[in-house]
Nanobody, 120 residues
Framework: QVHLVESGGGLVQPGGSLRLSCAASGFTFSMYDMNWYRQAPGKEREPVASITSGGGSTNYADAVKGRFTISRDNAKNTVYLQMNSLKPKDTAVYYC?????????????WGQGTQVTVFS
């Protein structure tokens, strides 16, 4: 039974910080690249940040570059998203995603999401 459980969302004022966590179970976490996506009301889901399976490489959407940091602890089967200098436009449901791309047999798992609200 695969589970991805996000936590750490909440309400924060502009300029504030929040750290999201995603705890994984039911699969070999260290073999999967991990991603954070977000979806604002009335908008399509968009990628926010990604990290390779060993944690050696990261990528960020332009909208969050310099403000957000993705990291992972494979010993704890957990990926994190540190969010600083938050803006109202960051308000969204944030989703944790695990992906393993192999020829003919990709695997892709999603968490339930956690709400982040930035209010002024």
């Amino acid at each position: 039974q695969v589970h991805l459980v996000e936590s750490g969302g909440g309400l924060v004022q502009p300029g504030g910080s929040l750290r999201l966590s995603c705890a994984a179970s039911g699969f070999t976490f260290s073999m999967y690249d991990m991603n954070w996506y977000r979806q604002a009301p009335g908008k399509e889901r968009e990628p926010v940040a990604s990290i390779t399976s060993g944690g050696g490489s990261t990528n960020y959407a332009d909208a969050v570059k310099g403000r957000f940091t993705i990291s992972r602890d494979n010993a704890k089967n957990t990926v994190y998203l540190q969010m600083n200098s938050l803006k109202p436009k960051d308000t969204a449901v944030y989703y944790c995603n695990a992906v393993r791309r192999r020829s003919g047999r990709d695997r892709d798992y999603w968490g339930q999401g956690t709400q982040v609200t930035v209010f002024s």
